[in-house]
């Protein structure tokens, strides 16, 4: 909008010219200028002077009318962009670990949405390793990713959750040497693997005796807790609910439970968002309730 609208608006409520050019800070001869190349622009006459003042026209009307719709929009605008700056707009995009998009952050996300309706969600849920592509490629904004991690940008700790052999039968992890029920391993990243791997071999001198192995760790857990064989979980998987023998992993030399960290990673840029910044607080709040 320029002043030609302010200059309409002024002239029509004051029907003065003296009176409207002390409102607009104008000299009376300018503000004549002003109106005369108006009408030029228009190609009709707005006003009809008269020594009782300023009368509006037919097309006048018409202009003042626009006039007045334009300002009032340009005001709305205004409401609406500093909205933009007190609320959370935009799409947040999440890439996160499947364990974790599962289990932990969909208390997360109700938490997010109710405070921010007018915000759009997109997940993203794979492995870790899937989780850090999804960050270089830019399909998303932020990462949640399990393990050990070599992102080289900003990262924030989350917890950290124990590991814990679960069957219905074995009560010890001693009674692994004897037991021939089967191993019920997930498919996970290499990084979950080699945890589980070099636990295994500082205990045991072979391999489990048995051994299944399923794509998702739901299906690992059901079949662990309707007693099909044992299974090593993460606690974030499991609420205390289960009717299942929980022994945590521990580490012979040091005594000290098997752990696995979670980490939020993402770009600086992305965490300027004010989606991100919103969603990252909300995060650390449920983080601390797991520490």
């Not at 080699?194 to 071999?201: A, F, K, L, M, S």
């Not at 399923?214 to 007693?227: F, L, R, S, W, Y």
Request: hydrophobic content about 40%; proline content about 3%; overall charge negative.
């Amino acid at each position: 909008m320029s002043n030609e609208e302010l200059i309409i608006k002024v002239l029509a409520e004051e029907g003065n010219m003296r009176k409207a050019a002390e409102r607009l800070f104008l000299s009376q001869p300018a503000l004549s200028q002003r109106l005369q190349t108006i009408e030029k622009d228009w190609g009709q006459q707005l006003f009809i002077r008269s020594q009782k003042g300023l009368s509006p026209t037919p097309a006048g009307e018409l202009v003042i009318q626009y006039a007045n719709e334009t300002i009032q929009r340009k005001e709305e605008v205004f409401e609406v962009l500093h909205t933009l700056t007190s609320k959370v707009h935009g799409t947040l995009k999440i890439a996160c670990a499947t364990i974790i998009g599962q289990n932990w952050l969909p208390k997360v996300l109700k938490d997010f949405v109710t405070l921010y309706p007018e915000a759009k969600i997109q997940l993203i849920t794979g492995w870790s390793s899937e989780i850090v592509r999804s960050l270089y490629e830019g399909e998303a904004h932020i990462g949640i990713v399990r393990g050990h991690t070599d992102w080289k940008g900003p990262k924030l700790h989350l917890f950290k959750d124990t590991l814990y052999l679960v069957d219905k039968e074995i009560r010890s992890l001693e009674e692994l040497l004897q037991t021939d029920r089967p191993f019920i391993q997930f498919k996970s990243d290499s990084t979950y693997y080699e945890e589980i791997q070099q636990w295994w071999q500082k205990h045991f001198a072979s391999n489990p005796k048995r051994q299944i192995t399923v794509d998702q760790i739901e299906t690992c857990k059901q079949m662990a807790v309707n007693g099909i064989g044992y299974a090593i979980l993460p606690s974030i998987t499991l609420t205390g609910t289960e009717d299942v023998h929980m022994m945590p992993l521990t580490n012979n030399k040091e005594e000290l439970e098997l752990t696995r960290d979670t980490w939020l990673i993402g770009y600086e840029s992305a965490f300027q968002l004010r989606q991100v910044e919103a969603f990252v607080n909300i995060v650390k709040k449920h983080a601390t309730l797991l520490r």
